[in-house]
Nanobody, 123 residues
Framework: QVQLVESGGGLVQAGGSLRLSCAAS????????MGWFRQAPGKEREFVAA????????RYVDSVKGRFTISRDNAKAPVYLQMNSLKPEDTAVYYC????????????????WGQGTQVTVSS
């Protein structure tokens, strides 16, 4: 099993920044990539960004490109999501997830999930 714990959510004004963190523990050697998803009220959970442990390759959903950055300091260290120029439409619960696949973008490709952290962007 892999345990994931997110932190760093909160309330911020439009145009502001937040940095989310995801700490992984347990059988992390079984995971290849980490991802961030988000779910707004009444909407499906959507892919935001993903990073591979091995070479740091990344993927982003178009709506956050140029504003969000996913990163990790080294293999199996916490994964971060730096969110800049936040918009009200970024308001959602943000989830960290882990997979043994290479940076997939679909929810079903991820095996392990955190509990989520709320991000609220006021206008």
């Amino acid at each position: 099993q892999v345990q994931l714990v997110e932190s760093g959510g909160g309330l911020v004004q439009a145009g502001g920044s937040l940095r989310l963190s995801c700490a992984a523990s347990g059988r992390t050697f079984s995971t290849f990539s980490m991802g961030w998803f988000r779910q707004a009220p009444g909407k499906e959970r959507e892919f935001v960004a993903a990073i591979s442990w091995s070479d740091g390759s990344t993927r982003y959903v178009d709506s956050v490109k140029g504003r969000f950055t996913i990163s990790r300091d080294n293999a199996k260290a916490p994964v971060y999501l730096q969110m800049n120029s936040l918009k009200p439409e970024d308001t959602a619960v943000y989830y960290c997830a882990a997979t043994n696949l290479r940076i997939p973008t679909t929810r079903g490709a991820y095996t392990y999930w955190g509990q989520g952290t709320q991000v609220t962007v006021s206008s």
